[in-house]
């Protein structure tokens, strides 16, 4: 007996069918089968254990309390896995039962994010509707790799930011990462929303790690200012989070830079401040039984910077450009954290205090700062004037106690003569209102004005 194929459709249909039918049968398969459960065995200072349930480090697990608390594998050993919770541990007790959630921490990313305020774990906070509702959305791992090094495009295009000191004398490229080093209290979080407003980038993902609950609506409404609000994304972990939420807040931030930069676009990543990042992940490491190194810090923190900083900059197909801030302790720029940061990033943008007690706005030193990747991205007109600059200021610097107590003998040095008869104009080429935005073509065109012959 001869068999008769089936038609085309009828296939189609069969073959629909018979797809629909596995798909119900694993998700029956799904719901019956056993719930693996583990428990809370100990509770100690930052952290808790769990026995009796397997996970990766990185894993989020849900410790069932009301309300439910989830917690993140920071380490694992024969005793148990050792857990520090995404929020307050109040009302949990030895014995809760712990539940594996599927894996690490997922975030939603999407065009939709521009002008939305999200916490540490990437979900929004600004009473917007919720990302899942949104068109265009898809779920994606925190963690992510950098792009091969064999793969980024050299750098060789300017990114203006719309700050002159910057742009003339401290130039970025787009893909650069750059350090912004100070103590407290200098203008850093006030030069980021300066950068927001005026850069040339597409879209600003601006991370606040450990920030004043008070100063973040400041800085959404004075600083920022719905038209930076407009192009950005914002993702807040308050002093008071908890130290891993703070530490993923980072890396929530990156990613969604990362997913703008996949989509063809030139994004500006600013991350207010590296040293609270690292600070979180001292307390994580010391909390999981990593020993201290240097001042405090375990090894991890050494090894967490170069594996954050390196996800930003160029990839075949847009550019991630970094700005981060580093807290220097006691305005030391030797410290730990900011040295490391200088090891790894490409150039780096000191704020002093003298000049922002003296209200030179912004307090950029700029005879402190370089960008390693000037010759790159200017052209030899743009560097010739930019270094006959530098020069006036430096002969400025030398002979400037001199002047003060009327020592100087005008003819001794012509570069300081020089400087010493254009600091008026040089100081208001160098400083800018916080609504001042300046393009890079006119901010090149007034340097070259002012150190002309």
């Known amino acids: 007996m001869t068999t008769m194929p089936l038609p085309p459709a009828s296939q189609t249909r069969v073959g629909s069918a018979g797809a629909a039918l596995a798909a119900n049968r694993s998700r029956a398969l799904a719901a019956i089968r056993p719930l693996g459960l583990g428990r809370v065995s100990e509770m100690v200072g930052l952290h808790l254990r769990v026995t009796g349930l397997r996970a990766a480090v990185g894993d989020l697990l849900e410790v069932q309390s009301t309300?439910?608390?989830?917690v993140e594998v920071a380490a694992s050993s024969t005793e148990g896995l050792v857990c520090l919770p995404l929020a307050r541990l109040t009302g949990i007790?030895?014995?809760?039962?712990?539940?594996?959630?599927?894996?690490?921490?997922?975030?939603?990313?999407?065009?939709?994010?521009?002008?939305?305020v999200l916490d540490g774990l990437g979900r929004p906070i600004d009473g917007g509707p919720?990302?899942?509702?949104?068109?265009?959305?898809?779920?994606?791992?925190?963690?992510?790799?950098?792009?091969?090094?064999?793969?980024?495009?050299?750098?060789?295009?300017?990114?203006?930011l719309g700050v002159r000191a910057l742009d003339s004398l401290v130039p970025c490229g787009r893909g650069q990462r750059i350090g912004i080093m100070a103590g407290s209290g200098v203008g850093k979080s006030s030069l980021l929303s300066m950068i927001a407003r005026g850069t040339d980038a597409e879209v600003s993902v601006i991370a606040l790690v450990g920030e004043r609950g008070r100063e973040v609506r400041e800085f959404i409404e004075n600083d920022l200012g719905p038209e930076?609000?407009?192009?950005?994304?914002?993702?807040?972990?308050?002093?008071?989070a908890p130290p891993v939420e703070r530490l993923r807040s980072a890396f929530v931030a990156t990613r969604i830079a990362e997913s703008f930069r996949d989509a063809g676009k030139d994004v500006v990543l600013m991350m207010d401040s590296l040293t609270r990042v690292a600070m979180a992940q001292r307390e994580i490491g010391l909390s999981a039984g990593e020993p201290p190194a240097t001042r405090g810090y375990p090894p991890?923190?050494?090894?967490?910077?170069?594996?954050?900083?390196?996800?930003?900059?160029?990839?075949?197909?847009?550019?991630?450009?970094?700005?981060?801030t580093v807290l220097v302790e006691g305005d030391d720029l030797q410290d730990p954290i900011g040295d490391t940061a200088r090891s790894i990033l490409d150039g780096h943008v000191v704020l002093t205090r003298r000049l922002a007690t003296a209200g030179h706005f912004p307090s950029i030193d700029v005879l402190e700062s370089i960008s390693r990747v000037t010759g790159a991205v200017t052209t030899p007109e743009q560097r010739a004037d930019a270094v006959a600059l530098r020069r006036m200021l430096a002969a400025h610097r030398d002979v400037k106690e001199l002047v003060e107590i009327g020592a100087y003998v005008s003819g001794t040095d012509a570069e300081a003569d020089a400087a010493i008869a254009r600091m008026p104009r040089i100081e208001a080429f160098l400083r800018q209102s916080m609504d001042e935005q300046t393009p890079t073509a006119d901010t090149w065109a007034a340097l070259h004005q002012l150190v002309a012959r």
């Open 130 to 160: 919720h990302l899942g509702a949104l068109p265009g959305m898809s779920l994606v791992d925190v963690d992510g790799d950098a792009p091969d090094a064999l793969s980024r495009p050299t750098i060789t295009r300017q990114l203006g």
């Open 228 to 240: 930076g609000l407009a192009r950005s994304v914002l993702v807040v972990a308050t002093s008071d």
């Open 300 to 324: 991890s923190v050494f090894n967490l910077m170069p594996r954050l900083l390196e996800r930003a900059g160029t990839s075949p197909h847009g550019s991630i450009t970094g700005l981060y």
């Open 67 to 70: 309300p439910p608390v989830l």
């Open 93 to 116: 007790q030895v014995g809760a039962y712990v539940r594996h959630t599927g894996g690490p921490l997922q975030i939603r990313v999407g065009d939709a994010l521009r002008g939305r």
